[in-house]
């Protein structure tokens, strides 16, 4: 059964610093990678997702890598600012229809 | 713009009640899920179905039953409501693998409280 795991779990930065989420998953026989964010109390908003014949995807100051056979996953914010604070989470499907779900990252963003 | 819709944002209910939730996308999908979100946990996999009136167990189906009788309608019971079923419940649909963009969309949630 595939595993996803995030690191860290919590996260917490000065405005304008660029950083970088994990995610890591066991088993690479994967179709997508998907990254998402988390408001509190909300429901997931699809940030960026990755084929898996894919190396990276961009959308705006969000850049997401996919390293296939390593199992690993980033999540890359350039120039962070306090609206960016969100849990993040990253999701993995395999097995046809299953998504498999990371426990994400808290992100703080400081003013 | 596409919709997935939950009827309720909040719901507070008592033990032993059947509970009902109910979730609706616009988008023509054929996959449709239920997931659970409890801090600590993630997310887990409860049921989902991938066609009218199919329906496959996911990670945790215990105390769950579901529907599908309308591809744009997929219904979460809850047979005999219990504390431990309290939780924040999302619904998601997507494409199958094969076909389009496959990204999964997420419902608003609905935090359900059994008492």
């Known amino acids: 059964k595939q595993e996803v795991t995030q690191i860290p779990a919590a996260l917490s930065v000065p405005e304008g610093e660029n950083l970088v989420l994990n995610c890591s998953f066991t088993d690479s026989a994967i179709y997508n990678l998907q990254w998402f964010r988390q408001d509190p109390g909300k429901g997931l908003t699809s940030l960026l997702l990755?084929?898996?014949?894919?190396r990276e995807q961009t959308s705006g100051r969000l850049n997401a890598s996919l390293d296939k056979s390593s199992g690993r996953s980033t999540l890359y914010i350039a120039a962070s600012q306090p609206g960016d604070s969100a849990t993040y989470l990253c999701a993995v499907r395999s097995g046809g229809n299953q998504f498999y779900f990371g426990t994400g990252t808290s992100l703080t963003v400081i003013p | 713009d596409v919709k997935v819709t939950q009827s309720s944002r909040y719901l507070v209910k008592r033990t032993g009640e059947k509970v009902f939730l109910e979730c609706v996308q616009d988008?023509?999908?054929?996959?449709m899920f239920w997931y659970r979100q409890d801090p600590g946990l993630g997310l887990r996999l409860i049921y989902f179905s991938y066609d009218v009136k199919m329906k496959e167990k996911g990670d945790i189906p215990e105390g769950y039953s579901v529907s599908r009788e309308k591809k744009e309608r997929f219904s979460l019971i809850l047979e005999s409501a219990s504390t431990n079923q309290t939780s924040m419940y999302l619904c998601a649909s997507s494409l199958p693998p094969g076909g389009g963009i496959k990204t999964q969309y997420f419902g608003p949630g609905t935090r359900l409280l059994v008492l």
């Open positions: 988008m023509d999908h054929e996959n």
């Open positions: 990755i084929q898996s014949s894919q």
